[in-house]
């Protein structure tokens, strides 16, 4: 019985590591969910579609390559890593609200009020594609 339990400790432990290596994967899918959105968000401006999905490739781009960054360090200082992590956190909202205000040419007010809206609505996305992919990677693994 005690090797049935172990087993069972492994798999899950298997399944944890099998989901957090296909994250990736579902932020990219999730990236022209995005962009519809931001075309919702920006329905007067005269962007059109690919350019909301190219936005949205370069502030995920700037991202991965900031988290990469936190990595890399983490792996030569812990302590490193938390101040890294602590700046990413300063440095991507502001990046993203620089980008918002200097792409569409709105006010500080309505791009403010697009930011928030937006954030929100990408971590309620988040979550939705995050729980179906654990469901699907828990019914395929």
Known sequence: QRQMCYKRQKQGSNFFIF??????????????????????????SEFYYSEHLSFSLHTHS???????????LSLMNQELSKFI???TSII???????ALKMVY???????????????WAYLILAGIFIALFAFLSFLLF
């Open 19 to 44: 989901l957090m290596q296909k994250v990736g994967i579902c932020i990219l899918i999730m990236i022209p969910f995005l962009a519809l959105f931001l075309k919702l968000v920006y329905v007067r």
């Open 62 to 72: 700037f991202l991965y390559l900031l988290i990469s960054l936190l990595m890399g």
């Open 85 to 87: 992590l602590r700046i």
């Open 92 to 98: 991507f909202p502001l990046y993203l609200f620089l």
């Open 105 to 119: 040419k709105q006010n500080i007010f309505k791009t403010a009020l697009k930011f928030i809206i937006i954030n």
